[in-house]
């Protein structure tokens, strides 16, 4: 029969049936119920199993703070591992599975370790796997593995979108229950931007769990209403299912929307969003979360907070059991009787803590037992509770003990910045103090006004003290605050049932009190950690995992430093707080990630000629976002060498066309510019003629190379510099920093137009011809144009374009380049045109087959550890003139001539293929660090040459030209002999460049 | 953390990139080139280059727009709180004290 233990009464639509699994069994809900409603309306009290003695568990709360139920949701790549079957919305075909199991829920075979608790006390790990050593990979490690975690990832990509945001507001309220909702009130009616955020789908918090009134009307009812009000506002902004999980600095908030999670797989809209809010204001109404406390077998299921069981049974129609006990040391537990008595659910016993009369009206108790003083010392029940037993030895019927031990506030995210909360006496607990977030006040029960009044009161003024610094809000339209009674609220603290005699001492080992459920973290455990010396509260928590895991200790802290504070001989207040941190509650990676993943991992940078590239057979290759050709196969070529070879020969001997706009380009311009040039590369650029190119050197302060590239004087006062693909983003930011930071007084301006040009390398003997028919009236002749000459002219009848005369293949070569918008057009142009002359794309492969046979560096080289005069550019760095980096670079260690120089190597064997990354060793030296030599840079099959070829730095390399060394790779295991030669393989005196 | 960026408002720090200490504005400066590799420009420069401060509470930092309007900034900010007391352009701090040096 289904929905057997369903009450009268609740907020559940009943008219809404849904059918959902759990295990495999089908069972019935209905719409508004939780899963763990829905699984105690069914008389599901088993859901699962403790972490590390396979406990058999119920539901404890009736919130984000339960220990216990957590459950599998959905199936295949959708299913989530960890879900709280108390937060989890029913909804129609709702697949549940428990998890932390082998075999049945019933019967796991991982229960042993039960028995075996007494030798899995705290430390249990740290001490026992430490030998034999031999062990640990083989046996300790993959047992610890496979007994570790509770629920199971799917391991497959996850099929749900996830996206985020930004809001913002004058006025965040973390929490919809009276606090929140009266302040939202307030908030709303000044006209202020205000943003509520509810972690429940439901709005009203304890408002949906009690039998209040609010403004003389039913309290559930008041919340809605008022929840209904606040929606019509066009400035307020509810947010239900939306956990505020950081509080972050200068005002910045953190919040989890979870879109579909209640509907089950939805295609087309995000999963769930990651917002980050932006509040000039913050009121945290984030509630209290009730505690347990601490009795032998305290853990059966059947066993939970005595606030969540009148959640259950007023705000779900749900009984969750048939004859239920109380335990309290407050007001509450009496409150939870008379609810629960008013739905004629039957109570056994009502067990005060406290020796003080029992509060309020008791005649609807009748039957039950009402203890004074008492104490629950132990319960019995395997998979359910079954009875509970008294001090006195007496037995009481009851499948259901409802425990309160009092309320926490929630002030977690109150401490998320440098916030230490204070101990209040009165409520026996913590409230916000220290310096709370900025921004942030706190309002209701989690201020530790724990009465329904007050706490309306005061999420009503909080809101107008935090709007009334805000300028432009008037708070005349604010209202008065909704007004309730304030129940009576008298706890006294009472944290654990005393242990028993000796007598019982020698069951005593499985005699156990739990403290944090989700760990198994019993009293035991915290009295160990003491006596062996981790009595520091954060000692503590990591020695026992007192507080850990997806719950994070909500239920279980408070309890465990009166645990903690009992065994050590301290206050509470004296011990603190473990520190809180960020999220409040679980955030998946996945939220965290949002979009950027596979191919959105990051923005992919295309180059103008992608397209033509993509249709002609181009292989790319990932250069930073870029994506670059790396070569362009054509039929018949089998292997990418064959293709490569081809691309390098025929643009030696022809004409090759490269996509190069990917090399930052920065626009200078200003009356200061040569000057300023001056200051950022090493060499001079002040008596560069306008219509002329340089290479240039730039160093880092330290004295390092940092980048090289051209820089070409195209016009009076106007430079335009080139940069490596790598470095255009660094080295625009270090310009702009010697601009801004060094030298304001200079006239000179910066503007990064790296994807306003496209640019394309011609090169190779035929290129003069190919450029001449692109090029509408320059005259490109030798003469007229020759090596490292610039010009602003048209090209393919009036289209604006660029020309540099400049090479970094060693052939005669140019770079073109013209609005990006033209750049397809061009590389069809400048394909069409070339036909006749046998011209050839590249890729960066054979660009970087072509610059190593000419010895020009490429990132390889310049690697932040060289510097100029290691390159071969020592020369360079001016001493006429003070430039960034040219001081340092002259320190001694700089200039040692020891220095490994950058020089060629080939391989003696002709048939050899060198690795970059080898390292140089002297011939019948050992392989070791202390002969090392220097490395193996770059390395290329040179088609022009016909073998392997290296550019490296090896110790005084310019001196030993024609030596020959050992170039050792012990990480492949292999080793060629090598002659140190010219890095300049192909066209040494740089004849080709300037035919 | 937001920015209170002197021309743009307060703007989120994740258009930023942190580059350090503000004394970095204070770049020796070498008159005669004959003295680049002196003991002295050495040590001037490897103090301005290398020994910085880094103080638990108030501190003046270099941060660059980069997803913005390219400004560099001065940033006085509290270390321990994160709180910003002050911020401005590096221009106009970096001219401020060459326009002290030059008269």
């Known amino acids: 029969m289904s929905n057997v233990n369903r009450v009268a009464g609740g907020q559940i639509e009943r008219s809404r049936k849904l059918s959902f699994s759990f295990d495999g069994k089908r069972l019935t809900g209905y719409s508004g119920d939780t899963l763990a409603s829905a699984l105690l309306a069914n008389g599901e009290v088993l859901v699962g199993r403790s972490f590390k003695y396979h406990r058999p568990r119920g539901i404890v709360s009736a919130g984000v703070e339960e220990p216990n139920a957590l459950v599998e949701i959905g199936t295949g790549p959708r299913r989530d591992p960890n879900v709280r079957a108390t937060v989890q919305e029913l909804h ?162 953190g919040a989890l929307e979870r879109v579909t999670d209640h509907v089950g797989a939805v295609t087309g809209c995000a999963r769930q969003v990651l917002w980050r809010i932006r509040a000039t204001r913050c009121v945290l109404s984030a509630g209290a979360t009730e505690r347990p406390i601490a009795f032998t077998n305290n853990d059966r299921p059947g066993i939970m907070l005595a606030g969540a069981v009148r959640t259950y049974v007023n705000r779900f129609g749900v009984a969750p059991g048939k004859r239920v006990a109380v335990f309290t040391n407050n007001d509450d537990g009496w409150r939870t009787a008379r609810d ?195 009595s520091a509260v954060e000692h503590v928590k990591r020695y026992t995992t007192l507080g850990m895991a997806t719950d994070q200790g909500k239920t ?119 000057v300023f040039l001056d200051r950022v590369y090493a060499n001079t650029f002040s008596t560069l003629a306008v219509g002329k190119v340089r290479y240039g050197i ?11 590239g051209t820089t070409a004087h195209i016009a009076q006062d106007h430079y335009i510099m080139t940069t490596t693909t790598a470095n255009a983003v660094p080295v625009f930011r270090h310009l702009e920093f010697c601009r801004q930071c060094l030298w304001p007084e200079l006239d000179v301006h910066l503007v990064s137009t790296t994807e306003a040009w496209a640019q394309y390398a011609i090169a190779g003997p035929r290129s003069r011809e190919l450029v001449a028919r692109i090029v509408d009236d320059l005259d490109v002749s030798n003469e007229a144009f020759p090596f490292m000459g610039c010009a602003e002219t048209t090209v393919c009848c009036g289209l604006t374009a660029r020309l540099f005369r400049i090479s970094f293949s060693g052939e005669l070569a140019y770079e073109l380049a013209v609005p990006t918008r033209y750049g397809d057009s061009l590389m069809r142009r400048l394909m069409s045109e070339g036909k006749s002359l046998g011209v050839v794309p590249y890729g960066t492969e054979a660009l970087g087959v072509m610059r190593i046979e000419k010895g020009h560096c490429t990132g390889n080289e310049l690697t932040g550890q060289t510097t100029a005069a290691d390159i071969g550019l020592g020369r360079m760095v001016s001493q006429k003139k003070d430039s960034i980096g040219n001081a340092l670079s002259q320190r001694p260690g700089l200039k040692d001539p020891d220095r490994p120089q950058l020089v060629g190597f080939k391989p003696v064997d002709r048939n050899a293929q060198l690795r970059a990354g080898a390292h140089f060793i002297e011939k019948g030296a050992a392989v070791v660090t202390a002969n090392d030599q220097g490395w193996m840079s770059s390395v290329a099959y040179s088609p022009s040459l016909g073998h392997s070829i290296g550019l490296g730095f090896i110790r005084r390399g310019q001196e030993r030209i024609g030596e020959r060394v050992r170039a050792c790779d012990p990480l492949r295991g292999e080793e060629h002999d090598v002659e140190i030669c010219s890095a300049h393989f192909v066209d040494p005196d740089g004849e080709r460049l300037r035919a | 953390m937001q920015i209170p960026h002197p021309l743009l408002g307060l703007r989120d720090a994740s258009e930023f990139v942190y580059l350090g200490d503000a004394s970095l504005l204070n770049r020796p400066s070498v008159d005669d080139p004959a003295e680049l590799g002196s003991d002295a420009t050495l040590d001037a420069f490897h103090e301005y280059l290398h020994l910085r401060h880094n103080p638990a509470g108030v501190h003046k930092e270099l941060w660059f727009h980069e997803q913005g309007d390219r400004s560099w900034l001065v940033v006085t900010r509290d270390t321990t709180t994160h709180e910003i007391l002050d911020c401005a352009l590096a221009r106009d701090v970096a001219g401020a004290s060459f326009g002290a040096e030059s008269t």
């Open chain 1, 92 to 253: 129609e075909g709702l697949v549940a599975t428990s998890q932390n199991r082998r075999g049945s829920l019933r019967h796991d075979l991982m229960a042993i370790n039960d028995l075996a608790s007494p030798l899995l006390a705290a430390g249990f790990y740290y001490k026992t796997f430490m030998w034999p050593k031999a062990f640990w990979e083989k046996v300790y490690e993959p047992a610890i593995r496979h007994s570790a975690g509770l629920g199971r990832l799917s391991m497959e990509p996850d099929p749900d979108s996830y996206d985020k945001g930004f809001l913002f507001a004058d006025l965040l309220i973390i929490g919809a229950g009276p606090a929140g909702l009266a302040a939202a009130l307030a908030a709303g009616r000044t006209g202020a931007r205000v943003i509520l955020c509810e972690e429940d789908f439901k709005t009203g918090g304890r408002l949906n769990a009690e039998r209040y009134s609010v403004d003389d009307a039913d309290a559930a009812h008041w919340a809605a209403t008022t929840t209904e009000s606040l929606r019509n506002m066009s400035n307020v902004r509810v947010m239900t299912r939306t956990s505020v999980y950081g509080a972050y600095d200068h005002g910045v908030y």
């Open chain 1, 556 to 674: 279980s802290n408070v309890l465990g430093l009166a645990v903690l504070a009992d065994a050590s001989g301290r206050s509470i207040p004296e011990i603190g707080t473990t520190i809180f941190r960020p999220p409040w509650t679980p955030v998946p990676i996945a939220a965290l990630a949002g979009a950027s993943r596979g191919a959105h991992f990051r923005p992919t940078r295309l180059t103008p000629s992608h397209t033509w590239a993509t249709e002609n057979g181009a292989t790319f290759v990932e250069v930073g976002n870029w994506l670059r050709a790396q070569w362009f196969s054509q039929p018949g070529e089998t292997t990418w060498r064959q293709t490569v070879d081809r691309e390098v020969t025929q643009t030696r001997t022809a004409v090759g066309v490269c996509d190069v706009t990917t090399l930052g380009k920065i626009d200078i311009q200003g009356t200061d510019s040569g």
């Open chain 1, 698 to 708: 730039m160093l880092r302060e330290d004295g390092f190379a940092m980048d090289d």
């Open chain 1, 340 to 534: 629960l008595a008013a739905a004629s659910i039957e109570i056994t016993a009502v067990i005060d803590a406290r020796d003080v009369p029992p509060p309020g009206d008791i005649s609807a108790l009748q039957g039950a037992r009402l203890v004074r003083a008492g104490a629950v010392v132990d319960t019995h029940g395997r998979h359910a509770l079954k009875n509970i037993q008294l001090a006195n030895g007496d037995t009481i019927p009851a499948d259901c003990l409802a425990v309160s031990g009092g309320w926490n506030p929630n002030v977690h995210l109150s401490c998320h910045q440098r916030g230490r909360p204070t101990w209040r006496e009165d409520i026996a607990s913590f409230v916000p103090g220290g310096v709370l977030p900025t921004g942030m006040s706190v309002a209701g029960a989690a201020n530790g006004e724990l009465t329904l009044g007050t706490a309306l009161r005061n999420g009503h003024n909080a809101a107008l003290a935090a709007l009334e610094t805000l300028p432009s809000i008037s708070l005349d339209a604010a209202g008065a605050p909704p007004s309730a009674e304030d129940e009576s609220g008298f706890v006294e603290a009472y944290w654990r049932v005393p242990e028993k005699s000796s007598a019982f001492r020698l069951s005593g080992a499985w005699k156990r009190q739990w403290v944090d459920y989700q760990n198994d973290v019993t009293v035991k455990d915290i009295k160990l950690s003491v006596q062996e010396g981790f």
